[in-house]
């Protein structure tokens, strides 16, 4: 494009999930819009990362239960879930532990 042509400046459409037009929040929803509304949006796929938490925490406990605390491979479970889980779950599922409510058997 040389510097004595015109430019053009065209709208961007952005798109996501499947969705062409972002819902009026103010009007009610319709159906198919709710359903738009839930669907998931790949720019954030870490929103809700609580199972994932709870799994590695579940499977260091397993892991040095079954190896012991000097098999390396369960510092990965330690830490995943060190980063994932806020700390005051963590303190909770050790109390838990101890007191030997914890609501997922370990030794097996």
């Not at 198919?32 to 579940?58: I, L």
């Not at 005051?88 to 058997?105: A, I, L, M, V």
């Amino acid at each position: 494009m040389s510097d004595d042509e015109e430019r053009v400046t065209m709208p961007f459409k952005f798109v996501t999930a499947g969705t062409s037009t972002i819902p009026s929040y103010s009007e009610p929803a319709r159906d198919d819009e709710r359903d738009k509304r839930r669907r998931f949006d790949a720019r954030f796929p870490n929103q809700n990362q609580t199972k994932h938490c709870w799994q590695n925490y579940v499977d260091y406990h397993k892991c040095i239960l079954a190896k012991g605390e000097d098999f390396k491979p369960c510092r990965q479970f330690f830490l995943a879930y060190r980063s994932l889980c806020p700390s005051s779950w963590c303190e909770r599922w050790d109390d838990q532990r101890e007191k030997g409510n914890f609501p997922t058997r370990l030794d097996v």
